[in-house]
């Protein structure tokens, strides 16, 4: 019997198990360019492993999940994390897991709003890119070089979320 998932806003604190949250946080803005820019600075880090690895910047356009939606399977990136930022400034769904013995436990979801990102640490389980409503673009900075970075689990019976309220 299928479980449901509940959704929970995104929060810095609620997140901090899995990465985080990069979003204008006032402590720790700085102004800078004569006090022209403010600079947000260091919300996350990216982190790139292995020989020859590094860290690239790309544009990721997602189209929309429809709903109730099955959550059969969760990743991780050994080698290094991945951050997602929305450049479309539509809400998406963040879906992580506790590491269990070398399994996802049970996903956790999270309504992100448009001006919210996340930095997945490296190693962290997530569901791939859940966008919402129509396509979106997301700016994503990840790792690219040789080996394997990508891990993939497939539950043995999917958890369900229903519709996120808009
Ligand atoms: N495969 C890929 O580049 N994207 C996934 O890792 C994802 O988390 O969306
Ligand atoms: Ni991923």
Redesign the pocket.
């Known amino acids: 019997m299928s479980e449901f998932l509940e959704i929970r806003p995104l929060t810095k604190c609620a997140f901090a198990p899995f990465g985080e949250v990069i979003e204008a946080d006032p402590a720790s803005m700085r102004l800078i360019n004569g006090g022209t820019t403010e600079r947000f600075h260091a919300l996350a880090a990216a982190e790139a492993t292995g020989e020859d690895a590094r860290v690239i910047i790309n544009l990721f356009r997602g189209q929309p999940r429809a709903f109730p939606y099955e959550i059969t399977m969760m ?1 991780r ?1 050994p080698f290094g994390s ?1 951050s997602f930022s929305p450049v479309s400034g539509r809400s998406f769904l963040v879906i992580v897991s506790e590491d269990e013995n070398g399994r996802p436990g049970m996903p956790q979801v999270f309504l992100a709003r448009g001006d919210q990102g996340v930095n997945y640490r490296r190693n962290g389980w ?1 569901h ?2 859940m966008a919402l409503g129509q396509a979106s673009d997301f700016l994503v900075v990840d790792r690219d070089g040789p080996g394997n970075n ?1 891990e993939e689990f497939f539950f043995e019976t999917p958890y369900i979320i229903k519709e996120p309220a808009p």
Do not use: D, F, T
Request: glycine content about 0%.
């Open positions: 990743e990136h991945q997530h791939p890119l990508l």
